[in-house]
């Protein structure tokens, strides 16, 4: 059992160091670091096995740096192509000046430190693996904290660690496999290539026992009877069936993708009897239920057998099964800590979702804004402004997130993304609120409108009549649009842009939707020519003179917020 594990330059795991205790479940997102962890304790076991099979009887600390050799072959666990895949950004050399005081290169070194029990006697290890070429690595002992090298205790040539991914479909046929053979179709992931063989080395194990468990559990959970998988020697094929009720040997590839993910799981950990089990999403395809119960059943049978599971999973039910028996580590971005909080990370998935997390660790900018059509308008006034560099930054940088002018809901969502994005800066701007907005969060900026709406910042008269005169619509239609302008205008609003009418009312849907609406009514043209959707459009038509310094002020202060640290 692996207690502790420290993880240096694998993949997007820079430098972490995790506690793990006997049944662990690993949530995140998709590209969130939770199967890279697998993967990680997957390369931790290979060096194990490799260095321990060479070095275990080497006396002399030489002999016990020595590297050993690790081919792209028997990398079983770990779909790549080249060894570089397996560095922090493809880096496998780093440049450095040497005590000369010229420049020159190094390895960079994946490192993996582990302790933990194996029957009973603590160990505490630690492997490095030095890039040999696309095809080679080397692992050799390193160092502890003392600067001692690490001795290998025997006992842990016991320690079996088994990575075992989700499946995906099923082969209407498949040729039976040798063991190696089997473990590396489940190491590239091709487990939906084996299930049979997985199946077939399971009935054939010495252990009877361990069979009609198997047939025992998924008959409780799925209610078919399985039969034992058939060897046929004479085309090298396996064959598998169950019954349902009346129906007798039904062809396993009939089963439906949840019910061929628990066989899969149940037979491997059954057949496979590992000391460490590596998990990666076994919830895959199986509706809510069935999730926590596989979950339960599972957690028992690691803790019956004495053996350790670590699952990666992003199953809201199966995370509410692991809070209340077993550990729970978030993992986000390549970093992990254990969660203690359960409402605070349950909250964080149904409010949010972790696709949220990774925009916006993508585009650290986030934008808040009462509806979309303030975005569209923002993007046009910029440039109408002249503002490309804004523009450019909002279009690749930003993160627009709408939010109905719910501040309390601004500060929330901010503050549960800032826990895990400490560099992230957010910008909110809000219709008139008619009260004062304060925020204790530095990074996050609330502004609002001095007017109503955003609408009421594009100059009427003035702006409709360009529109207008743009518009194929011919003469007459063109001077009845202004007469229906000019009649729903209060007079003394025409003469002063700073009259109470062009601040309060809400121009988008008291003003400009039934000006529009009426107008083509009239004219039996289609409502959709322009409707509160396209408002945006109108700035094109903008005379910038007449625009409100208030919106210029507003884009370079969100330009800046953004932009100065």
Known sequence: MITKIQIKN??????????????????????????????????????????????????????????????????LNIPISDFKELWSDLNVREGIINEEGKPTSKNIRIEIHAEGYTQNVFWKIGFEFDFGRD??????????????????????????????????????IEDKLEIGSVLRNIGNGNTSDVLRNICYILYNASDKELWQNFVKQIDELFKIELNPPQYYSLTGLL?????????????????????????????????FPNTVNLLDEPDAHLEVI??????????????????????ASHSESVLNRAFTKDQVISGIFGEF???????YITNALRTYGYEEFIIARQRPYIF??????????????????????????????????????DVVRVRNHFDTLKKFIPTLRGFALFDNLHKNLESNQPDLLLRQWGRNEIENYIPIPQTLFAFIESADYGELWKNRFKELVESNVPPAAFIDMNHSFWKKTKMSDDFLTPLFEGFYAEAQMHKGLMDKSKFYQLVDYVDVALLQQEVIDLISAMYVHFCVK
């Open 135 to 172: 095809s080679l690595i080397y692992v050799r002992l390193t160092q502890d904290e003392n600067g001692e090298l690490y001795d290998f205790p025997e006992v842990l040539l016991e320690e079996k660690i088994g990575y075992l991914p989700s499946v995906a479909g099923l082969k209407p």
């Open 368 to 405: 808040y804004f009462e509806g979309t059509t303030d975005l569209d308008f923002i993007k046009a006034f910029c440039k109408r402004l002249g503002r490309s560099d804004v523009f450019r930054f909002i279009e690749d940088h930003v993160y627009p997130y709408p939010v109905a002018n």
């Open 290 to 311: 069935r999730q926590s119960n596989i979950y339960d059943r599972i957690s028992d049978i690691a803790k019956k057998n004495n053996s350790q599971i670590i699952i």
């Open 10 to 75: 694998f993949r997007q795991i820079r430098d972490q160091t995790l506690e793990l205790k006997q049944v662990a479940v690993v949530i995140g997102p998709n590209n969130g670091g939770k199967t890279t962890l697998l993967q990680a304790i997957s390369l931790f076991a290979l060096g194990l096995r490799a260095w321990g099979m060479q070095r275990i009887n080497k006396k002399s600390k030489a002999q016990k740096r020595t590297g050993v050799a690790i081919t792209l072959e028997e990398v």
């Open 239 to 271: 064959k598998m069936s169950y019954n349902e009720g009346a129906k007798k040997h039904i062809d396993l590839s009939s089963l439906g993708s949840g019910a061929k993910q628990a066989i899969l799981l149940f037979a491997y950990i059954l057949a």
């Open 337 to 343: 800590e254990e969660v203690s909080n359960k409402k």
